[in-house]
């Protein structure tokens, strides 16, 4: 219902002055940027910040804590949708909105929730040309009959829509896991992202290790002496081959595999490059948003 909650009046005018300070005055003007002294961008923290075991969850709040400028993140709703943080932030002064996967709840997988939190803020965003930069790790779309007669696909769409409409600067980090179709959602190369950068720990692929070489290795595992000895086998195999960021490289779906320490720098050179961009759509420049 709120996206900020507050515990007294003076609270509230901090944050409305907080926000009102990444926005500019009116939605023909650029998003404000802030006098900004280059130093020391290298984060060598952010070498070690995801876990050794792929499937152990981490807070994304760090990554993003580490590449901003310190003490620049406003969240929004905060606590709705806890699986995908939105919120805007500065990089090197510039104004931003960041969107980003939360592995630590529900392992960040996209939901209808979080698919409309998401959706509504890149809009958000893109009314008032504010650039948007996107942390994926998501490991797909949430399961179950509960989502899909609540209309999943539909809400999903808007999410994938709202970043297929948004016009200004638009920049994916992938940290680890980008699945199936949620990987294509959350601004891939594939939907108009103006840049993809993957640490080497990512896992581009259409799904995870252990259920692809299931499925793609079903006969050999079932005609195996030891088949869990050839399942683990087959994973190890479809890991090497496909679940790294090098071969979606190979292919032009991801611009460059950067060592996380080089992050932030990379970003703020990123973004510097894309200040003018311009995108030339028709006079009726909007589709039809499922609704």
Same mark, same amino acid.
């Given at each position: 219902?709120?996206?900020?909650?507050?515990?007294?009046?003076? /609270?509230?005018?901090?944050?409305?002055?907080?926000?009102?300070?990444?926005?500019?005055?009116?939605?023909?003007?650029?998003?404000?940027?802030?006098?900004?002294?280059?130093?020391?961008?290298?984060?060598?923290?952010?070498?070690?910040?995801?876990?050794?075991?792929?499937?152990?969850?981490?807070?994304?709040?760090?990554?993003?804590?580490?590449?901003?400028?310190?003490?620049?993140?406003?969240?929004?709703?905060?606590?709705?949708?806890?699986?995908?943080?939105?919120?805007?932030?500065?990089?090197?002064?510039?104004?931003?909105?960041? /969107?980003?996967?939360?592995?630590?709840?529900?392992?960040?997988?996209?939901?209808?929730?979080?698919?409309?939190?998401?959706?509504?803020?890149?809009?958000?965003?893109?009314?008032?040309?504010?650039?948007?930069?996107?942390?994926?790790?998501?490991?797909?779309?949430?399961?179950?009959?509960?989502?899909?007669?609540?209309?999943?696909?539909?809400?999903?769409?808007?999410?994938?829509?709202?970043?297929?409409?948004?016009? /200004?600067?638009?920049?994916?980090?992938?940290? *680890?896991?980008?699945?199936?179709?949620?990987?294509?959602?959350?601004?891939?190369?594939?939907?108009?992202?103006?840049?993809?950068?993957?640490?080497?720990?990512?896992?581009?692929?259409?799904?995870?290790?252990?259920?692809?070489?299931?499925?793609?290795?079903?006969?050999?595992?079932?005609?195996?002496?030891?088949?869990?000895?050839?399942?683990?086998?087959?994973?190890?195999?479809?890991?090497?081959?496909?679940?790294?960021?090098?071969?979606?490289?190979? *292919?032009?779906?991801?611009?460059?595999?950067?060592?996380?320490?080089?992050?932030?720098?990379?970003?703020?050179?990123?973004?510097?490059?894309?200040?003018?961009?311009?995108?030339?759509?028709?006079?009726?420049?909007?589709?039809?948003?499922?609704?």
């Amino acid at each position: 219902v709120t996206h900020f909650a507050c515990p007294n009046e003076l /609270v509230a005018i901090q944050h409305i002055k907080q926000l009102l300070s990444y926005m500019p005055q009116n939605c023909e003007e650029k998003a404000p940027s802030l006098p900004y002294e280059p130093g020391n961008e290298h984060r060598p923290e952010l070498n070690d910040i995801l876990p050794v075991n792929a499937s152990q969850p981490y807070d994304m709040r760090e990554v993003i804590t580490h590449i901003i400028d310190e003490g620049s993140f406003l969240e929004v709703h905060k606590d709705f949708a806890e699986n995908i943080i939105v919120g805007f932030a500065r990089l090197a002064g510039r104004s931003i909105g960041i /969107v980003a996967n939360q592995p630590a709840f529900l392992a960040g997988v996209l939901d209808i929730n979080s698919s409309t939190k998401g959706a509504r803020f890149i809009r958000f965003c893109d009314s008032f040309n504010i650039p948007l930069l996107v942390f994926e790790d998501v490991p797909g779309f949430l399961p179950g009959t509960d989502q899909e007669w609540n209309a999943i696909i539909t809400n999903g769409a808007k999410l994938l829509y709202a970043f297929c409409e948004a016009t /200004v600067p638009r920049i994916t980090v992938i940290t *680890r896991k980008a699945y199936g179709g949620a990987y294509d959602v959350m601004n891939s190369k594939h939907i108009g992202a103006d840049l993809n950068f993957a640490w080497p720990s990512a896992e581009i692929a259409v799904m995870g290790a252990k259920g692809a070489a299931e499925i793609i290795f079903k006969r050999e595992i079932n005609e195996a002496e030891d088949k869990e000895a050839k399942w683990q086998e087959k994973e190890q195999l479809y890991s090497q081959i496909f679940a790294n960021p090098y071969r979606a490289a190979e *292919r032009g779906f991801v611009d460059e595999v950067i060592e996380p320490a080089d992050t932030r720098i990379k970003l703020i050179h990123a973004f510097k490059m894309l200040e003018n961009k311009v995108v030339n759509n028709p006079r009726k420049k909007h589709g039809n948003i499922p609704l």
